[in-house]
């Protein structure tokens, strides 16, 4: 199985402020996916094969990565970006999910 | 547009079957596509059970293939999965969702919450 491990677990931003947060996959896959979660809410596509961000994601977000790296970067902190992000494998079986990183407003 | 909702019991006692289904309505279930069924467990852990593809074909993790069945009823535009022998590590929210050929979940239900209890 591959395992996507997320971090950091629970981070916090200032509105404005840059946000990185990071993907590690333990076998190398040829895509990472992004999903994001609001308090008792599906999650939703974010961001695929990626880079790609999904419809209606705004462009202050962006993706990056390859082989086993992959991280999701926010270029300004906005109050509605308050969730948590999960990555997502499906280049292997069983398909896998990251851990999570939950985003905070400072 | 494609919307997909999960119902069933939301309280299964320990050693016996839970039975959820997802109708989907703006969409074929027979056209194209896999669909799916991941649970969240409490702490929020994502786990890809398994999907049943348009044409019927299924895939399951691994670390459920002894207990898991993904069947559909195609005249009702509905899918279902059964998960056998649960005990409460089982208790999750569950939700189905659809994904393309590179196993990208772009629509997914509301989902439904379970407890395994007696």
């Known amino acids: 199985e591959n395992v996507l491990t997320q971090s950091p677990a629970i981070m916090s931003a200032s509105p404005g402020e840059k946000v990185t947060m990071t993907c590690s996959a333990s076998?190398?896959?040829?895509?990472m996916h992004w999903y994001q979660q609001k308090s008792s809410t599906s999650p939703k596509l974010w961001i695929y094969?990626?880079?790609k961000l999904a419809s209606g994601v705004p462009g202050r977000f962006s993706g990056s990565g390859s082989g086993n790296s992959y991280s999701l970067t926010i270029s300004s902190m906005e109050a509605e970006d308050v969730a948590t992000y999960y990555c997502f494998q499906g280049s292997g079986y069983p398909l896998t999910f990251g851990g999570g990183t939950k985003l905070e407003i400072k | 547009d494609v919307q997909l909702q999960e119902s069933g019991p939301g309280l299964v006692k320990p050693s016996q079957s839970l039975s959820l289904t997802c109708t989907v309505t703006?969409?074929?279930?027979?056209?194209?596509?896999?669909w799916n069924w991941i649970r969240q467990f409490p702490g929020n852990k994502l786990e890809w059970m398994g999907y049943i593809s348009y044409s019927g074909s299924t895939s399951y993790n691994p670390s459920l293939k002894s207990r898991i069945s993904l069947t559909r009823d195609t005249s009702k535009n509905q899918f279902f999965l059964q998960l056998n022998s649960v005990t409460a590590e089982d208790t999750a929210t569950y939700y189905c969702a659809r994904s393309d050929g590179y196993y990208i979940m772009d629509y997914w239900g509301q989902g439904t919450s379970v407890t395994v209890s007696s």
């Open positions: 703006g969409y074929s279930i027979t056209s194209d596509y896999a």
């Open positions: 094969d990626t880079s």
């Open positions: 076998s190398s896959v040829n895509y």
